[in-house]
């Protein structure tokens, strides 16, 4: 039930790759076993490692609302039948990851965390880890590795992390941003999340916003605004410096020139004009 509705939601990854969430957890095995025929353990993780420049929005979830992170790893934890979670933090956010540790110890007091959770059979922890600083542990396979000690290097796909993720075991990977509005999906219904956005991406999007603007920082807004009237937002170009051109995406995105931010902000409608959502670092540069 909880899987279904995130689909209905229409949520879709924040990280970067923008992948519809409840697909990626109905993804996962039922009850996978090994060859000998033991249950083997489902493994749920967190990738926390904002590397991608100007990106930032993570690392204030975290910071503000460490919370609405952990609740949602708890009710996908429960989804996909996962009792251990794990966020792989990027290693220079020292503050962010103490800040997650405090969260973790609260939530286990008030009992949100542990065993037989709020007296079920279903069972969950959380577990930090530490990046060392490297760019490419933010693509998931090579996250993985890096959480068993590895070098981060990505993988081939076939096979995927849900059939052979973490410690050779059955794994799912979710963005902080993906994990903290999973809460209100619950909470208020599928049909509400999905009106805030398009057709195919639901709900509001954090957006990074750097470099020449009058009002840098990030801001929660819909899918459906525009890059034009996100610019606007945030106060327009600053000290009447001319627009040349905008990154919508992060660094990794194609630039958008002046004349081509009449676009949506959701997956699909940038994706058409030739970039990426990405990881919702919007870059303003002028002349």
């Given at each position: 039930?909880?899987?279904?509705?995130?689909?209905?939601?229409?949520?879709?990854?924040?990280?970067?790759?923008?992948?519809?969430?409840?697909?990626?957890?109905?993804?996962?095995?039922?009850?996978?076993?090994?060859?000998?025929?033991?249950?083997?353990?489902?493994?749920?993780?967190?990738?926390?490692?904002?590397?991608?420049?100007?990106?930032?929005?993570?690392?204030?979830?975290?910071?503000?609302?460490?919370?609405?992170?952990?609740?949602?790893?708890?009710?996908?934890?429960?989804?996909?039948?996962?009792?251990?979670?794990?966020?792989?933090?990027?290693?220079?956010?020292?503050?962010?990851a103490r800040i997650m540790e405090r969260a973790i110890n609260e939530a286990k007091a008030k009992?949100?965390?542990?065993?037989?959770?709020?007296?079920?059979?279903?069972?969950?922890?959380?577990?930090?880890?530490?990046?060392?600083?490297?760019?490419?542990?933010?693509?998931?396979?090579?996250?993985?590795?890096?959480?068993?000690?590895?070098?981060?290097?990505?993988?081939?796909?076939?096979?995927?992390?849900?059939?052979?993720?973490?410690?050779?075991?059955?794994?799912?990977?979710?963005?902080?941003?993906?994990?903290?509005?999973?809460?209100?999906?619950?909470?208020?219904?599928?049909?509400?999340?999905?009106?805030?956005?398009?057709?195919?991406?639901?709900?509001?999007?954090?957006?990074?916003?750097?470099?020449?603007?009058?009002?840098?920082?990030?801001?929660?807004?819909?899918?459906?605004?525009?890059?034009?009237?996100?610019?606007?937002?945030?106060?327009?170009?600053?000290?009447?410096?001319?627009?040349?051109?905008?990154?919508?995406?992060?660094?990794?995105?194609?630039?958008?020139?002046?004349?081509?931010?009449?676009?949506?902000?959701?997956?699909?409608?940038?994706?058409?004009?030739?970039?990426?959502?990405?990881?919702?670092?919007?870059?303003?540069?002028?002349?």
């Open positions: 039930q909880v899987v279904d509705e995130v689909k209905k939601s229409n949520l879709r990854g924040r990280g970067g790759a923008g992948f519809p969430t409840g697909m990626k957890w109905s993804f996962m095995p039922k009850e996978p076993v090994d060859s000998k025929g033991n249950k083997k353990p489902k493994y749920l993780v967190c990738n926390a490692d904002e590397g991608e420049p100007g990106t930032f929005k993570d690392r204030l979830i975290m910071t503000k609302n460490p919370h609405s992170v952990i609740e949602g790893m708890v009710i996908a934890g429960h989804a996909i039948g996962s009792s251990v979670g794990y966020i792989y933090i990027r290693g220079e956010f020292f503050v962010e009992g949100h965390l542990g065993k037989n959770l709020y007296g079920s059979n279903h069972s969950f922890e959380i577990y930090i880890y530490r990046g060392a600083g490297a760019y490419i542990c933010g693509e998931e396979t090579a996250l993985l590795n890096s959480l068993e000690g590895k070098r981060g290097e990505p993988r081939l796909k076939p096979p995927f992390p849900a059939q052979v993720g973490a410690y050779g075991m059955p794994s799912c990977v979710n963005n902080v941003e993906t994990f903290a509005a999973v809460p209100y999906i619950i909470n208020e219904g599928s049909a509400k999340f999905a009106a805030m956005g398009t057709e195919k991406s639901g709900g509001t999007r954090l957006y990074c916003v750097s470099g020449r603007i009058t009002k840098p920082g990030v801001y929660e807004l819909p899918l459906t605004i525009s890059l034009r009237e996100l610019i606007d937002h945030c106060g327009g170009v600053r000290d009447g410096f001319k627009l040349k051109a905008v990154i919508p995406g992060g660094a990794s995105a194609p630039m958008l020139t002046a004349e081509e931010i009449d676009v949506k902000m959701d997956f699909d409608s940038l994706a058409k004009a030739g970039t990426m959502a990405g990881s919702g670092g919007v870059i303003v540069i002028d002349e």
